[in-house]
C-alpha cells in the first residue's frame, strides 16, 4: 500500500503555481489534472480558480494565510539551535525561544533548513587507550601466517531456537576426528560479558587465550 504524501500546513501556492494554475485551467484542463500537474491538492486549485474567476485578479490579498508566531530573527534562533545541539527536543527549542508555539511550527522551521528528526548513528566511543591497545595487538601479530591464524578459534554469540526445527541443514559425523584436530588451539572471544564472568573465566583458564583489548571487532581479519 502507497504511503501517503505528507500534508503541507499553511503552504501558500507560490507565483509560479498561480500562473501554471491559471493557463492550464483556462485550456481546459480538469482540477484533478491540474492538481497532480502542480502538486498540490484538487481543493486547493479549485478555491483559487474560483478567487480568480469571481475577483477577476490573481494577486494573493495583502494578510491572506496564518499568522506567524515567531519573527525572522527567532527562526533562525531554532534552526541554530539544532546544528549546535543536534539532540535537542522540540520542548526546549520552545521554551529558549519563549514563544507559544507548538511543537509542529517548530518542526516545519527545522523542516524549511532541510533539518529532519533521524535516528542517530551508534557507534562505541573508543578512548586513546582502546586505539593503543588495537594497535598493540595488530603488531604483535603482525607476522602470523595462515598456519598461524588457523590455530585460532573465533568465538561469537551462540543462536538458540525453542522448537524442534530452525530450516538449518544437520549432517551426522563422528565427532572423534573434529574435536581431536582442535588439540592446542588458541581460542578467542571478545570479552563480551558472559566471557568474563567468574564461572566461565574459571572454565577458560584450562586454555590458551588470545588477548582481546576492549571494544575491538570480533574479528580480527
Known amino acids: 500500500m502507497p504511503r501517503k504524501r505528507a500534508r503541507r500546513h499553511f503552504s501558500q501556492l507560490n507565483e509560479f503555481q498561480r500562473g501554471l494554475i491559471i493557463r492550464i485551467k483556462t485550456a481546459g484542463w480538469s482540477t484533478r489534472r491540474v492538481a497532480g500537474q502542480v502538486d498540490r491538492s484538487e481543493c486547493a486549485v479549485r478555491n483559487y480558480w474560483e478567487q480568480c474567476t469571481r475577483e477577476g485578479t490573481h494577486v494573493r490579498k495583502t494578510g491572506s494565510g496564518a499568522t506567524r508566531k515567531t519573527t525572522r530573527r527567532e527562526d ?8 549546535v545541539d543536534p539532540t535537542v527536543t522540540r520542548s526546549t527549542i520552545r521554551a529558549d525561544v519563549g514563544v507559544a508555539i507548538v511543537s509542529q511550527t517548530i518542526s516545519r522551521h527545522l523542516a524549511e533548513a532541510n533539518l529532519k528528526s533521524k535516528s542517530p548513528f551508534r557507534a562505541l566511543p573508543l578512548t586513546p ?8 595487538l595488530c ?7 595462515v598456519i598461524d591464524w588457523q590455530k585460532v578459534v573465533f568465538s561469537d554469540e551462540s543462536r538458540f531456537v525453542l522448537g524442534t ?3 538449518r541443514v544437520r549432517v551426522w559425523r563422528r ?3 573434529f574435536l581431536n584436530g582442535l588439540r592446542g588451539a588458541i581460542f578467542q572471544q571478545d570479552n563480551a560479558r558472559p566471557h568474563t564472568v567468574r564461572v566461565a573465566e574459571d572454565f577458560l583458564r584450562h586454555f590458551q587465550t588470545l588477548s582481546w583489548p576492549a571494544r575491538s571487532p570480533i574479528c580480527p581479519l
Do not use: T
Not at 76 to 83: D, G, N, S, Y
Not at 129 to 136: G, K
Open 139 to 145: 603488531q604483535a601479530r603482525s607476522m602470523w601466517n
Open 129 to 136: 587507550e582502546h586505539r593503543q591497545l588495537r594497535l598493540q
Open 175 to 177: 565427532p572423534g576426528p
Open 76 to 83: 533562525r534562533r531554532i534552526v541554530r539551535q539544532a546544528l
Open 165 to 167: 526445527d530452525d530450516n
